[in-house]
């Protein structure tokens, strides 16, 4: 693959990851996911049309179909990583609360400043504003895209022979 399909895709994330930026900064959006799908691959697909148009036929040259792949690849695996890089883990979390403290703490004063309701709180959030989760006359529900969400994992778990909640 040529250095210049690197220079190009690297450009492209490059412009992606600022717009990326710029709009969480001035307003963070409900569903992340989805915000991330149209920050980093809309840009693919306009390109895509706007060369089919401009180029008037349906194949492309190398570096093109290259480029886009490659950019398709790497912007999947960004968007796929993003929750990973924007929760609270609770390795994080405990690596945070360490880390505060010059001297360390010994496990038992980990475990009384470790609080997991926040862990909770912020992915019933998550849920909820990703529309995988419901709330309604007190109760918490999972919707119909939470149930379609939920399938392919399941479906995986059974394949592998895990129980479900291990492994």
């Not at 697909?45 to 179909?65: C, D, G, K, R, Y």
Request: proline residues 5%.
């Amino acid at each position: 693959m040529p250095a210049f399909v690197f220079f190009v895709e690297f450009a492209l994330l490059f412009v992606c990851f600022l717009v990326h930026i710029v709009l969480w900064r001035w307003r963070r959006p409900r569903n992340h996911g989805a915000a991330l799908g149209v920050i980093f691959l809309l840009p693919l697909v306009v390109a895509t049309l706007f060369l089919m148009i401009f180029l008037q036929t349906s194949s492309f040259p190398e570096n093109l179909f290259s480029i886009l792949l490659l950019h398709l690849s790497v912007s999947s695996a960004y968007i796929l990583t993003y929750p990973a890089l924007e929760g609270l883990s609770p390795s994080l979390l405990c690596l945070l609360l360490i880390g505060k403290e010059r001297t360390g703490l010994t496990a038992k004063e980990l475990r009384l400043r470790f609080d997991e309701t926040i862990l909770r709180e912020q992915k019933m959030q998550d849920l909820l504003d990703s529309g995988l989760i419901l709330e309604s006359e007190g109760k918490v529900c999972v919707t119909e895209r939470g149930k379609r969400f939920v399938r392919p994992f399941l479906l995986l778990r059974r394949l592998l022979g895990l129980p479900l909640g291990q492994g």
